[in-house]
């Protein structure tokens, strides 16, 4: 695979629902890797205490309200729940206004059968994320990575690709290279943005491989 990526090192990453398990995961790995991380959070104190929690990393960790998180970073990664996706994007319209934007929301269900893939209007959570910033880049990436192994000490490595999709070549170059930032990852290109509504649906299939075999399941591209 062509490694002619733009190097990253300088860019600071911020987290929309940075507190819950995805959001810190992802903040914990890129602090490893040296970066400032900025977790947001609908409330000032969660954030405060999230980043607290992974206080002592290279990179420096901060805590604040999502709009100023939303504000302040170079690129930015929505964590939330689906079901706040919309509303969320909506509230930081302007604050996301020219900057790369990561989506890594999987629109699911679950019922007694396990998980499933929620019908999407736009197509995907990352095509409703288009739809709503309008004057954004969005990407979408990091979907099928464990959020339990991104919150171990004791993995040194996540062993998988992430599938990176969107429409703006510079900006999957960057977020391929931000997601290489993480040890053991590489960036894979997946396509256009409207082939994002596959990728979130394949995270049933993932969690299905989780709960049928106890693990933490991620995929590899071959031959690239
Ligand atoms: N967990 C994984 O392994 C994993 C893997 C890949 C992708 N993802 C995706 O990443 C996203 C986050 O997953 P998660 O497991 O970290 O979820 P989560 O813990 O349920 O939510 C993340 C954070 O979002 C905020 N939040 C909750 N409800 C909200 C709402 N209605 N509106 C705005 N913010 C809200 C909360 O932060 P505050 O209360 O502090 O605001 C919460 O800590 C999901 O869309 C999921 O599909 C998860």
Redesign the pocket.
């Known amino acids: 695979m062509s490694t002619d990526l733009p190097d990253v090192s300088g860019i600071s990453l911020g987290i929309l629902?940075g507190?819950?398990?995805?959001?810190k995961g992802l903040a914990r790995r890129f602090a490893i890797a040296g970066h400032t991380v900025l977790i947001g959070?609908?409330?000032e104190e969660?954030?405060r205490e999230a980043a607290e929690s992974l206080a002592g990393l290279a990179g420096t960790v901060r805590g604040a309200d999502?709009a100023t998180v939303a504000a302040e970073a170079d690129v930015v990664i929505v964590?939330?729940?689906?079901?706040?996706?919309r509303?969320?994007l909506e509230s930081v319209r302007a604050e996301l206004d020219g900057k790369i934007v990561i989506d890594?929301?999987?629109p699911?269900g679950f019922d007694k059968q396990g998980p499933y893939a929620l019908p999407v209007e736009e197509g995907s959570a990352a095509q409703q994320a288009a739809a709503v910033l309008t004057g954004s880049r969005v990407v979408g990436a990091?979907?099928?990575?464990?959020?339990?192994l991104l919150l171990d000490p004791e993995v040194e490595e996540v062993d998988l690709d992430v599938l990176v999709l969107g429409d703006d070549r510079e900006a999957t170059d960057t977020v391929q290279a931000l997601a290489g930032r993480i040890a053991g990852v590489r960036g894979v290109y997946g396509g256009r943005l409207r082939n994002a509504g596959q990728v979130e649906a394949l995270?049933a299939n993932l969690i299905s491989i989780n709960r049928r075999y106890k693990a933490h399941a991620g995929f590899r591209v071959t031959d690239v």
Do not use: M, Y
């Open positions: 629902g507190t819950g398990d995805q959001g959070s609908r409330s969660r954030a999502n964590a939330v729940p689906w079901d706040g996706h509303a969320t890594c929301v999987n699911l990091f979907h099928h990575v464990s959020a339990v995270t």
